[in-house]
């Protein structure tokens, strides 16, 4: 720990201590506190074998994800197998299997809860960053005591719509049903409960959010997903999308884009990409052309399709 710091400012004295722990200089004659963030250039020790004073300056990165990472004490790791034979090798075993056996219930439920987002995330295509803020909240749930009463998949499943909403990655309710085989309303239910016990304000997801997958899935041009998010931003500012599922919203703005770009795509198709129904998908149709004044466009835009239609069934 290096400094360029020779004399105290406030009294000119040399006498200066150095806490390397904390990285701090002080003027031992005034108690000036001449610098106190410090930064540590020195070589970064990593340990490889067992000594009587480890020189490690950090461990591994704290993590949620992992049940063992601030649970209880852990009796050694795979790791320490290398070095152990015989008697040793089965003393390890030993005492690693009580050591679960004197586990909390707290800790066994997080051991359980934790790999099944694990499992609820792989099967979702989830990123890594929605998986550790999942386990975070869930963990926070188990400390406040919300899992009694309730089976830990239903809070888990809570818990993760909720995580999805706050970080604009939005799975439907279907989808997180269809994962882990509760019905749609015991996910909503619990995702509300979470929420308000700890506190956690979840904002309403925007119809934009779903652009991208419905178009990914339906196989459509760029420019209308492009077109698509343009007439959704028109509905938000007149207020058509405000008490509406943004699902339905996102539907039928792709059903009209789709219409304008000649680019049709069937109302049941889109039901079944979106998991809309088909006379939502209807009414917010009828809701988007109304107010956004797109009548006019929509025939032109039939009426070309038609033509081509008839061309490609003239040519021989």
Do not use: H
């Amino acid at each position: 720990m290096k400094s360029q710091v020779k004399k105290c400012p406030e009294c000119g004295n040399d006498n200066l201590y150095v806490n390397a722990e904390k990285g701090e200089i002080i003027c031992k004659e005034c108690g000036l506190v001449i610098e106190d963030k410090m930064v540590d250039f020195g070589q970064d020790w990593r340990e490889f074998e067992g000594g009587e004073e480890s020189q490690r300056r950090g461990g591994a990165p704290l993590t949620y994800t992992q049940a063992d990472k601030g649970l209880s004490t852990q009796v050694g790791t795979s790791a320490d197998l290398s070095v152990l034979k015989g008697k040793e090798r089965q003393k390890f075993y030993r005492l690693q299997q009580w050591q679960r056996r004197v586990s909390t219930a707290i800790e066994r439920n997080l051991r359980l809860a934790l790999t099944e987002i694990k499992r609820i995330s792989s099967n979702l295509n989830l990123p890594d960053s929605i998986e550790e803020e999942a386990s975070r909240i869930y963990t926070m749930a188990v400390q406040k005591g919300l899992v009694r009463g309730r089976s830990m998949e239903q809070v888990v499943a809570g818990t993760m719509y909720i995580t999805c909403k706050r970080n604009d990655c939005p799975r439907t309710l279907e989808e997180i049903s269809e994962v882990t085989g509760l019905d749609k309303k015991e996910v909503a239910k619990n995702s509300r409960f979470v929420a308000r016990q700890l506190n956690i304000k979840v904002l309403p997801v925007s119809p934009v959010t779903y652009i991208a997958r419905f178009a990914s899935d339906l196989k459509i041009s760029a420019a209308t997903q492009t077109k698509a998010v343009k007439l959704i931003e028109k509905a938000q500012k007149v207020g058509l999308t405000s008490g509406k599922s943004p699902k339905g919203i996102a539907a039928a703005s792709i059903y009209v884009s789709s219409l304008l770009n000649a680019e049709r795509k069937t109302q049941s198709k889109i039901s079944e990409i979106s998991g809309v129904t088909e006379v939502t998908i209807r009414n917010r149709y009828k809701e988007l052309v109304k107010a956004l004044d797109l009548e006019e466009e929509i025939r032109k835009s039939k009426k070309l399709l038609e033509e081509e239609n008839q061309k490609v069934t003239a040519s021989p």
